[in-house]
């Protein structure tokens, strides 16, 4: 079964600066990768998702991420981050005709003025 | 507003009791997905319907069970339940099955806590 880790568990920075969160995954067959963001007592909202095509995908709020098959890695990106922006990030992986999604453990991201 | 709502917000119950999560999902939607997040164990899947079946299963206990009705509001039961079900519960739904439509919009959560 496919699994996720994500890198870190929090990322602190400061406003204005470039941010990585970073992603990993394992599956044996071809997959598809989201992110989510989960603010403060909210529940999960996709930012962006990876199906095929273009492996840069670009998501709201300004994030991207870029999809690299033979480090098996999504990690998200952002060039230039705000303070809405501290929150909780998911990646998350689905196999190919499999609809069990898989999450990780998530990035606390907590964005300092 | 993902349009997809979850009752009750909050809920507190004692070891040994049964309670029963509610989820309508967006309109049109007819897939539903139950998923549980801990602080020891993350966000998991549970369960998945679809148009009233189940359509797919993931790490649900057997004292948990769930069931989508013909207006395809879904319900999740727990039952003799133990202080590690305290936890955060999300229903999510989309258009069609998982890999078709591939994305899903997640309800506001119900917190449980058994005590």
């Known amino acids: 079964a496919q699994s996720v880790t994500q890198l870190d568990s929090q990322v602190p920075v400061f406003e204005e600066a470039p941010v990585e969160l970073r992603c990993n995954y394992s599956?044996?067959?071809?997959?598809?990768l989201f992110w989510y963001v989960q603010y403060p007592n909210q529940g999960l909202q996709l930012l962006l998702k990876y199906l095929s095509g273009s492996t840069l995908v670009k998501g709201i709020n300004g994030f991207e991420a870029e999809f690299n098959k033979s480090q098996t890695s999504f990690h998200l990106r952002k060039p230039s981050v705000h303070i809405s922006d501290t929150a909780e990030y998911f990646c998350?992986?689905?196999?190919?005709?499999?609809?069990?999604?898989?999450f990780g453990a998530g990035t606390r991201l907590t964005v300092k003025p | 507003d993902s349009g997809v709502t979850q009752t009750p917000k909050h809920l507190i119950t004692a070891t040994g009791q049964r309670v029963t999560l509610r989820c309508s999902p967006r309109s049109g939607d007819l897939s539903v997905y139950w998923y549980q997040q801990s602080l020891d164990q993350g966000l998991q899947f549970l369960i998945q319907?679809?148009?009233?079946?189940?359509?797919a299963k993931g790490n649900i206990l057997e004292r948990f069970s769930a069931q989508q009705f013909p207006d395809l509001h879904s319900e999740l039961n727990l039952s003799s339940l133990e202080l590690g079900d305290s936890a955060l519960y999300f229903c999510a739904s989309s258009a069609r099955d998982l890999h078709l439509s591939y994305e899903q919009y997640f309800g506001p959560g119900t917190r449980l806590t058994v005590t």
């Open positions: 599956s044996s067959v071809s997959v598809y």
């Open positions: 998350a992986v689905s196999e190919f005709n499999n609809n069990d999604m898989r």
């Open positions: 319907y679809y148009n009233g079946e189940e359509r």
